[in-house]
């Protein structure tokens, strides 16, 4: 009986172990969530590695649609409707792909982000494609990277980083003066509240 509750609190222990670990991934996912506006915009996407590969015109072929990461497609999700570069789309999830080509990168948001990689993409299911010009970076990125860089308290560029290529995409709220308003209200609903509180105290 001993024996039975031993090898129980054995195999409790190493399933307890085996939730808390997992295999080392190739291309680790990355979650990046971030406040943008009044609300925020989070991407979920696979980090591949350089490892002394050819990346863009060889394993990135020019022309042809690529996932903008590794293993399942990456997604974005806007909190809120944005401008992004230039077109209006509405708050929601979104898989991200690119066309690259040598000096200019189509980037494109496709309403399936439930695939695997780009083989099943579907341009009838695009939502809206930008192109973005690629600049080279100074010092080589080894891991691929998307982040959001803020310019200023309402926009921000969206940065796609890889080997010595960098393209952003700017991103604004779609209805600016909307925003200006709902913030100015929002302020002063924290202002009686604090001299609420005050008055409470």
Do not use: H
């Not at 991200?96 to 399936?112: A, G, M, R």
């Not at 891991?143 to 010595?164: C, H, Q, R, V, Y």
């Amino acid at each position: 009986m001993k024996k039975l509750l031993f090898a129980v609190c054995i195999s409790a222990s190493a399933l307890s172990f085996a939730q808390d670990y997992s295999v080392p991934a190739a291309s680790p996912r990355q979650k990046v969530e971030q406040q943008f506006s009044m609300s925020k915009i989070t991407i979920d996407y696979g980090r591949p590695g350089v490892k002394g590969r050819k990346i863009f015109g060889d394993l990135v072929p020019y022309g042809q649609v690529w996932r903008a990461g590794a293993n399942s497609s990456t997604k974005i999700t806007f909190g809120q409707s944005v401008n992004f570069g230039g077109k209006i789309v509405p708050a929601g999830t979104y898989g991200l792909f690119i066309v690259p080509t040598e000096k200019e990168w189509k980037v494109i948001l496709n309403k399936d982000f439930q695939q695997w990689g780009a083989y099943t993409y579907d341009a009838k299911q695009d939502v809206v494609d930008v192109t973005v010009p690629v600049n080279k970076l100074a010092d080589k990125q080894e891991w691929f990277e998307i982040t959001l860089n803020p310019t200023d308290e309402n926009s921000g560029n969206l940065a796609i980083k890889w080997d010595m290529a960098q393209a952003e995409v700017a991103i604004k709220p779609a209805k600016p003066e909307a925003v200006v308003k709902i913030a100015d209200k929002l302020k002063e609903i924290k202002k009686i509240e604090a001299e609420a509180a005050k008055t409470k105290s």
